[in-house]
């Protein structure tokens, strides 16, 4: 039975998550321990036979928000969408198509977005530049790897590109890497202690760092009995330098409302906006992955 479970499993079996906007300010959310973001927030709605994930701000006004996110079809794959959310409507443009794009990381440099996602089932590495919400340049940044989960800050003088890396015995979800470059375009130098973790289950990237109060916090994915996105740890950064790394777990934040996990959390203006998940048994599982064979 345990056998016939697994087939089915690994056939129909699949992860379908939904967006969520709370109000919270920084100190509400840490001494909650997260719990702050499980009250007084807005549902994001997926639309019909797909779902959003990954969610990033770009701007937050009041109760307007835009967001980039990982927008996925079973018929099409992962896409990148900009996302507009004000007085409980929603409108979408899809900006970035391909094989598969998440995790729409993105910062703001001299008026332009600089959008870094993830993308490596293209076997590439490329920064986006958005202005008026299209796709105006695109620049390699090689590290040799393909990146997954790349997230980005400044830091005393350098840009500090956290992240985890595919291919043979990386280990993605359990492995993280650190680069530093002088400037945002490239030249990303390995840190000397890669990889800054090794078999750990809680270190994949989770979302935009947080700075408040002279701290930074960086949000990572929990990874528990094989179940993808279980739940998500918010780590305190203690040393960031071109020697040394260190940071410290100050809590973990389950899924709310009886979902079953929550992989993804981003900061602005006293809003957060994070993903959780369902898990549901689809026949499009196996349609999806065909149509990848072609795509």
Same mark, same amino acid.
């Given at each position: 039975?345990? *056998?016939?479970?697994?087939?089915?499993?690994s056939?129909?079996?699949?992860?379908? &998550?939904?967006?969520?906007?709370?109000?919270?300010?920084?100190?509400?959310?840490?001494?909650?321990?997260? %719990?702050?973001?499980?009250?007084?927030?807005?549902?994001?709605?997926n @639309?019909?036979?797909?779902?959003? $994930?990954?969610?990033?701000?770009?701007?937050? %006004?009041?109760?307007?928000?835009?967001?980039?996110? @990982?927008? /996925?079809?079973?018929?099409?794959?992962?896409?990148i969408?900009?996302?507009?959310?004000?007085?409980?409507?929603?409108?979408?443009?899809?900006?970035?198509?391909?094989?598969?794009?998440?995790?729409?990381?993105?910062?703001?440099?001299?008026?332009?977005?600089?959008?870094?996602? @993830?993308?490596?089932? @293209?076997?590439?590495?490329?920064?986006?530049?958005?202005?008026?919400?299209k796709?105006?340049?695109?620049?390699? #940044?090689l590290?040799?790897?393909?990146?997954?989960?790349?997230?980005? *800050? !400044?830091?005393?003088?350098?840009? &500090?590109?956290?992240?985890?890396?595919?291919?043979?015995?990386?280990?993605?979800?359990?492995?993280?890497?650190?680069? #530093?470059?002088?400037?945002?375009?490239?030249? &990303?130098?390995?840190? +000397?202690?890669?990889?800054?973790? !090794?078999?750990?289950?809680?270190?994949?990237? $989770?979302?935009?760092?947080? !700075?408040?109060?002279?701290?930074? #916090?960086?949000?990572?994915?929990?990874?528990?009995?094989?179940?993808?996105?279980? $739940?998500?740890v +918010?780590?305190?950064?203690?040393?960031?330098?071109?020697?040394? /790394?260190?940071?410290?777990?100050? /809590?973990?934040?389950?899924?709310?409302?009886?979902?079953?996990?929550?992989?993804?959390?981003?900061?602005?203006?006293?809003? *957060? $906006?994070?993903?959780?998940?369902?898990?549901?048994?689809?026949?499009?599982?196996?349609? #999806?992955?065909?149509?990848?064979l072609?795509?």
């Amino acid at each position: 039975m345990n *056998f016939l479970k697994k087939i089915i499993d690994s056939l129909f079996k699949i992860d379908f &998550w939904q967006i969520f906007i709370s109000n919270s300010s920084i100190d509400k959310f840490i001494n909650s321990k997260g %719990k702050s973001i499980g009250y007084n927030y807005i549902s994001i709605k997926n @639309e019909y036979k797909s779902f959003f $994930a990954d969610p990033f701000f770009i701007d937050v %006004k009041k109760n307007k928000f835009t967001l980039l996110v @990982e927008d /996925f079809s079973f018929l099409t794959g992962a896409k990148i969408s900009l996302l507009k959310y004000k007085n409980k409507k929603q409108k979408l443009k899809k900006i970035l198509y391909g094989k598969h794009f998440s995790y729409p990381f993105n910062t703001k440099l001299k008026g332009s977005i600089f959008l870094f996602p @993830e993308m490596i089932e @293209e076997s590439r590495n490329k920064i986006f530049i958005i202005n008026n919400s299209k796709i105006k340049n695109r620049i390699n #940044y090689l590290l040799g790897y393909k990146v997954v989960d790349p997230t980005i *800050f !400044k830091h005393n003088g350098f840009y &500090w590109l956290i992240c985890s890396l595919s291919g043979r015995n990386l280990n993605e979800n359990s492995n993280l890497y650190l680069f #530093y470059s002088r400037e945002l375009k490239g030249n &990303w130098i390995s840190h +000397i202690k890669n990889p800054i973790y !090794k078999k750990n289950y809680d270190a994949r990237g $989770a979302g935009s760092i947080i !700075k408040h109060k002279g701290k930074f #916090y960086r949000p990572s994915q929990s990874y528990l009995h094989n179940n993808y996105g279980s $739940a998500v740890v +918010i780590n305190e950064l203690k040393i960031i330098n071109t020697k040394n /790394f260190k940071e410290k777990k100050i /809590f973990k934040i389950k899924p709310f409302n009886n979902f079953e996990g929550i992989h993804h959390i981003s900061y602005m203006n006293k809003f *957060f $906006a994070y993903d959780q998940k369902s898990t549901i048994y689809s026949i499009l599982k196996p349609l #999806y992955y065909l149509i990848k064979l072609f795509r």
